[in-house]
């Protein structure tokens, strides 16, 4: 198991999410997990504090998603996704902002922290419908530095 999936482990067992988790993409350099968390986590209470716990613990230093280092962060993220997957669009730092917004005008409410660690980047998205009904979906995006 490779330091990528330790650390989607670590990821999705924080929300209660590993049951059922899947791999999206998986190429070495990048991986990229979904699933959806069990039990009724409440978006608007917990998901924040949860994220700023989980930055801790795996000893990561949060990044601003609107700063050059997480144009970096991304632009190489897109790289390792491209070198799989054909991609026709660009990819930049504001397209975080512009997805939380897009799933936002759906109704739903998104949460998420971009970080370093020391041998990997991560980006952890969640999202739930913004009156807290249904259940809470988590991607996690774990890029290695090393690549």
Known sequence: MSHLHKIA???????????????????GEL?????????????????????????????????????DEAGKIINKMDEQVRTTVKINETADSNGVIRM?????????TVKYRLFRMEHADVFVVLWKDKNNNGPCFIETTISDEYV
């Open 31 to 67: 991986l990229v997990v979904r699933s959806v968390c069990q039990g009724n986590i409440d978006i608007h209470n917990e998901v924040d504090e949860k994220l700023d716990n989980l930055v801790k613990e795996l000893n990561g230093r949060e990044v601003n998603v609107v700063s």
């Open 100 to 108: 939380a917004h897009d799933l936002e005008q759906m109704g739903l």
């Open 9 to 27: 482990g670590r990821v999705m067992g924080e929300f209660n999410s590993f049951k059922g988790s899947r791999p999206a993409l998986d190429n």
